[in-house]
Each structure stands twice: as C-alpha cells, then as structure tokens.
C-alpha cells in the first residue's frame, strides 16, 4: 500500500507533492532544497545550499522510516556545473560508504532560485518495513 510522508522536521511543499512517497519497502523523496524549515529561509551559496538540502533529506528519509544509508540512488540537480566540486565535497560527507548510484545535471532554474536539488530512492529490509 502507498504510503505519504510527511516531515516536519523538512521544508513545507512549495507545490502540490509530498515529501515522499513510501510504497513496498522503496521510498521515493521530492527533491530538497536549501531552505531551513525553522527560519524558511534559503542557506547562503552553493555549499551551505547542499548541506540543508542534504539535512533536509535525511530528515524526510527518517520520517519515511529510512536512512542515508538506504539510498540507492540519488539525482543531483544543479544550477551551475562549476559547483560540480564543491557539491561533490559536501555530498562525501553525508554518502561516506557504500555511495548510491547518481546522476548529477545542470539545469537552467531551481524552486525559490535554489542553486542545488537532491532527490533519493531507498529501499528499506524487510526489517525496517516490520518496525514501521
């Protein structure tokens, strides 16, 4: 059955989705961006913008009773390619062990002229799933 998650510990939808959506053991998050659910404000520059979004997607995972260490596969979406590295450098800190496969795209325009969006798939055992 189809599950909806909401975290309220994440930034509020700024359009009509979920946080995510948990069906079978996979959960499927809504991209997060840099903003800070207590202040509602966007993180200064590229590399505080990736450890909010990154913060909020942890917390959306948790939420859906997943981790980071559930991640299969994250898409990374970024304004400029040239934040590629410092993107990168940041995102190491939260994927430390056996990293998820990725994509990473430079787009033209982001939600509330973001500078990065991360979206995640995880897969949660059939232990976790039991808990839940």
Known sequence: MKEIIIANNAPAAIGPYSHAVSIEGIVFTSGQIGINPETKA???????????????????????????????????FIKNMSDFAKVNTIY??????????RSCVEVAA?????????????????DETAHI
């Open 42 to 76: 966007m993180a200064e520059g590229v590399e505080a913008q990736t450890e909010q979004a990154l913060t909020n997607l942890k917390n959306v995972l948790a939420a859906a009773g997943a981790s980071l260490e559930d991640v299969v596969k994250t898409t990374v």
């Open 92 to 101: 190491a800190t939260y994927f430390t062990d056996m990293h998820p496969a």
């Open 110 to 126: 982001l939600p509330a002229n973001a500078l990065v969006e991360v979206e995640a798939t995880a897969f949660k055992s059939a």
